[in-house]
């Protein structure tokens, strides 16, 4: 019972942090995935910065989970 209710939190972790990092932003298209901006480095600010820290502590969440579940 208590395997399938963390299986059940793990699923939704997942999605979220699919959802997450669908969200952040990183220039247009695919064009800055081969260096197409210059290779500039832009810091995040405001939202983007708390999107980051939320992804992060949903991967953390989901590692831990894993663990339990072993």
């Known amino acids: 019972m208590a395997n399938n209710i963390l299986l059940a939190i ?3 972790i997942c999605v979220l942090i699919i959802v997450s ?3 952040q ?3 247009t298209a695919l064009g800055s995935a081969f260096g197409s901006e210059g290779g500039a ?3 995040r600010r405001g939202i ?3 999107l980051l820290w939320l ?6 969440a ?3 989970l894993a663990i339990l579940l072993i």
């Open 10 to 12: 793990q699923a939704v």
């Open 21 to 23: 990092i669908v969200m």
């Open 25 to 27: 932003q990183r220039g």
């Open 41 to 43: 480095y832009s810091t």
């Open 48 to 50: 983007q910065k708390n």
């Open 55 to 60: 992804t992060v502590a949903l991967v953390i």
């Open 62 to 64: 989901f590692l831990a």
